[in-house]
């Protein structure tokens, strides 16, 4: 069964950082296409980074320069390093396979979220 | 920067049938923009609906169907029940590797 659990969420001051974990089972995390997407409180989702099976990563320019996303093969999880964090960036954070079991790119399976609150 | 709009609300009877649409505030969506759609209730994770604009995910009934109409993608969902009352997000491929969610649609059956 493919499971997806995010950790690593809490709370930190402006300008702190944070970083996440999604723990894989089920599937090999360094095959599939993997994503973030976060949802602020009341509010939509909205995509947050991609790395690509084969290693390419992208990101949202509300991001860009201050997330870093990753994979350790060797846990098997997804990462996402967030630096320089500020109040909009307050949001429960999803971790997501590629649809068609991790084949596209667009998010298929979903974790639970991590709730990530940037507040002084 | 190119904005994906979707309707902010939206209300269906029971038995109904109801269209949600997903398009850009510049251009016209196609396949090639990868149009998928996901159901999400309160506090709750989204749920995958379709992919790749028409290709249903696991146990997704097929009173819901995707397609492009005109210069929109669209999610219709055909004899609307209770527990359809959802808000519904379509995410679209805009290149260069970047993914854009729309604001989403706030389903209600009444």
């Known amino acids: 069964e493919v499971q997806l659990v995010e950790s690593g969420g809490g709370l930190v001051q402006p300008g702190g950082s944070l970083r996440l974990s999604c723990a894989a089972s089920g599937f090999t995390v360094s095959n599939n296409h993997m994503s973030w997407v976060r949802q602020a409180p009341g509010k939509g989702l909205e995509w947050v980074s991609i790395?690509?099976?084969?290693?390419?990563?992208y990101y949202a320019d509300s991001v860009k320069g201050r997330f870093t996303i990753s994979r350790d093969n060797s846990k098997n999880t997804l990462n996402l390093q967030m630096n320089s964090l500020r109040a909009e960036d307050t949001a429960v954070y999803y971790c997501a396979r590629g649809a068609n079991s991790g084949t596209y790119l667009a998010p298929g399976s979903w974790g639970q979220g991590t709730l990530v609150t940037v507040s002084s | 920067q190119t904005v994906v709009t979707q309707e902010p609300s939206f209300s269906v009877s029971p038995g109904g049938t109801v269209t949600l649409t997903c398009g850009l505030s510049?251009?016209?969506?196609?396949?090639?923009?990868?149009p998928s759609w996901y159901q999400q209730t309160p506090g709750q994770a989204p749920r995958t609906l379709f992919y790749?604009?028409?290709t249903r995910s696991s146990g997704v009934p097929d009173r819901f169907s995707g397609s492009i109409l005109g210069n929109k993608a669209a999610l219709t969902i055909t004899g609307a029940q209770a527990d359809d009352e959802s808000d519904y997000y379509c995410v679209l491929y805009m290149g260069s590797g970047i993914w854009v969610f729309g604001g989403g649609t706030k389903l209600t059956v009444l």
């Open positions: 510049s251009g016209s969506v196609s396949t090639t923009n990868y």
């Open positions: 790749n604009t028409n």
């Open positions: 790395v690509y099976s084969g290693g390419s990563t």
